[in-house]
């Protein structure tokens, strides 16, 4: 693959370019917040042994894991965010790889 094809990004939005936030640069700092605050949530949803609190958690949880994604969704629209894209042999071998730890299961191949 070459460069232009391994990229997978929109024409980037132009944002001016100053010692001051912009508005690329805040919304980057809010997508770094939102990521900090689902992986200290699912630490915390990993140790909680009352319910009611997993519970409450779990719904802060997933609004904040929902709102990372509409955070990202819009940096990728605007060209802010641009991904990698994987190769076909790659994705067969990563495929093939953990296909054949589902013999591991402790149930075989019975995945529900």
Same mark, same amino acid.
């Not at 809010?30 to 949803?45: H, V």
């Not at 190769?87 to 953990?98: G, I, R, V």
């Given at each position: ?8 990004? !929109? $024409? /980037?939005?132009? #944002?001016?370019?100053? $010692?001051?936030? !912009? ?10 917040? /939102? ?10 949803? %990993?140790?909680?042994? %009352? ?5 409450? #958690?779990?719904?802060?949880? =997933? ?5 990372q994604?509409?955070?990202? =969704? ?9 991904? /990698?894209?994987?190769?076909? *042999?790659?994705? *067969? ?7 054949g730890?589902?013999s591991?299961? $402790?149930?075989?191949? *019975?995945?529900?």
């Open positions: 693959m070459n460069q232009n094809q391994s990229k997978i990004q !929109n $024409p /980037e939005t132009q #944002v001016q370019k100053t $010692p001051q936030m !912009n508005d690329r640069d805040f919304i980057n700092d809010i997508l770094t917040t /939102e990521k900090y605050m689902t992986d200290s949530y699912t630490t915390a949803l %990993h140790e909680f042994s %009352h319910d009611a609190l997993y519970q409450d #958690v779990l719904a802060i949880y =997933n609004e904040t894991a929902n709102a994604r509409s955070i990202y =969704n819009l940096m990728f629209k605007k060209g802010w965010y641009g991904i /990698e894209a994987a190769e076909a *042999q790659k994705l *067969q071998q990563s495929h093939q790889q953990f296909q730890y589902s591991q299961f $402790p149930y075989g191949n *019975q995945l529900q």
